[in-house]
């Protein structure tokens, strides 16, 4: 007897780490952290807008560089009350083409391909943030599937736990207390079961909606909640993330954006051009040709084209004042980031050199001296639960740690505010 008891009870706990990590089996989908972020980035709607920006953008640059359509026009004049066109006494036959000032064209192409940039560097941010939501939402998943994991092994253990305190009752060697409160303790477990298993449902719904699948589709996760130390020197880190930053670039090109916005603005004092032939016959002459050219005048410059300079430049201060005022709060983010994961993984550390070993102690202990008659059940399953909960909190921390390396990955890529 003495020998079963401890054994159910060390198996309990070794159990719940075991269980802790092992993705559920009754699945069929089988679904790996590579492959929930590739369905991601293929199918999520917010990639696929990204993607259509782009397309939107080189049809925007196409429509920069438009010319003017040139104007055919036939005139009759002189013509009887009739309205006899082939008796008229003069036809007109003209065509004419605008041309706009030179370098007008090749500015809204310049802006045109500085916005196509911005939606190739949207891109890049979106997929990154992206990326680190599927891993937030698949390390959750594997959090709560570790709980149900060991929920469901705490409670097969401690049902064959309940039946061992019922045959000590039976023989005298333990009392009927001892027995109900084995029986509200797997009540309890049931409950948690419960509250595990909604708290799954709606983190796998999660995860569906990131990877555009069906709310109800079932995951069967392959991966698992683990520890990878990350070697890295803060301050080389930060200057990586924040080199390589979607949002930095994207704070960069829309200064660059307004600058040529600027520019384009200010050839609104320039000219416009319009140059046309012209034939002409009267009565019974030949054809007499004609070239016309028109420029058009300027003159009231300080309307529109003083305020689209005014409200070009404005805004090109006010793009280089929010350029430098992201790149400090990328690099806050950044800094931050680093932070949450040196204080996780100091947690997970924590875990692995004392606390489980010392949980594992302690339960050993609580074991013994329940076999010498020491403490009663109540006392056993309060250390017990105590042995639980420190098994619950290093998953925790190995969840913790996880995200904040994803989150760390994309700390760089803040909404920009262009």
């Known amino acids: 007897m003495r020998f079963t008891l401890e054994r159910l009870v060390v198996k309990a706990g070794l159990l719940f780490l075991l269980g802790s990590f092992a993705a559920l ?32 953008a080189e049809g925007r640059v196409l429509q920069a560089g438009r010319i003017p359509n040139p104007e055919f026009g036939v005139a009759w004049n002189e013509s009887p009350s009739a309205f006899s066109l082939g008796a008229a006494e003069e036809r007109d036959i003209s065509l004419s083409q605008a041309l706009e000032f030179p370098t007008k064209r090749g500015g809204r192409i310049d802006v045109a391909t500085l916005d196509k940039e911005l939606a190739l560097h949207a891109l890049e941010r979106t997929k990154t943030i992206l990326t680190e939501r599927v891993k937030h939402a698949y390390h959750s998943l594997l959090f709560s599937e570790g709980i149900i994991n060991g929920i469901e ?88 993330l924040a080199r390589r930053s979607a949002t930095i670039k994207i704070a960069e090109l829309v200064a660059s954006r307004q600058e040529k916005s600027l520019s384009l603005a200010k050839t609104t004092y320039l000219p416009d051009f319009e140059i046309g032939l012209a034939s002409q016959r009267r009565g019974d002459a030949r054809n007499l040709w004609g070239l016309e050219f028109k420029m058009s005048l300027p003159l009231w410059f300080w309307q529109e084209p003083k305020g ?111």
């Open 153 to 240: 092994e705490q409670l097969n253990l401690l049902k064959d736990f309940q039946q061992l305190l019922t045959a000590r009752y039976q023989s005298g060697q333990s009392n009927y207390l001892d027995v109900v409160r084995a029986r509200i303790e797997i009540t309890r477990l049931n409950n948690d079961l419960s509250d595990a298993k909604r708290e799954r449902r709606v983190r796998q719904r999660q995860l569906n909606i990131l990877m555009a699948k069906s709310p109800e589709d079932a995951l069967g996760l392959v991966d698992s909640l683990s520890y990878s130390p990350i070697v890295f020197r803060d301050d080389s880190l930060l200057d990586f």
């Open 25 to 56: 089996s009754q699945t069929h989908e089988k679904l790996s952290l590579p492959d929930a972020i590739t369905l991601a980035l293929q199918n999520n709607q917010d990639v696929l807008k990204a993607e259509k920006e782009i397309d939107a």
């Open 308 to 418: 689209l300079v005014q409200e070009a430049s404005a805004l090109a201060d006010m793009a280089s004042v929010n350029q430098s005022a992201l790149a400090r709060r990328v690099r806050s983010s950044i800094l931050n980031a680093i932070e949450l994961v040196r204080v996780a993984e100091s947690q997970v550390r924590t875990f692995d050199a004392s606390l489980v070993m010392d949980a594992q102690d302690i339960l050993s202990t609580a074991i013994s001296q329940y076999q010498r008659n020491q403490i009663d059940v109540l006392n056993l399953i309060d250390v017990y639960r105590t042995y639980r909960a420190t098994s619950v909190e290093y998953l925790r921390a190995l969840h913790n740690y996880n995200v904040a390396v994803a989150e760390l990955e994309a700390a760089a890529e803040l909404p920009s505010e262009d």
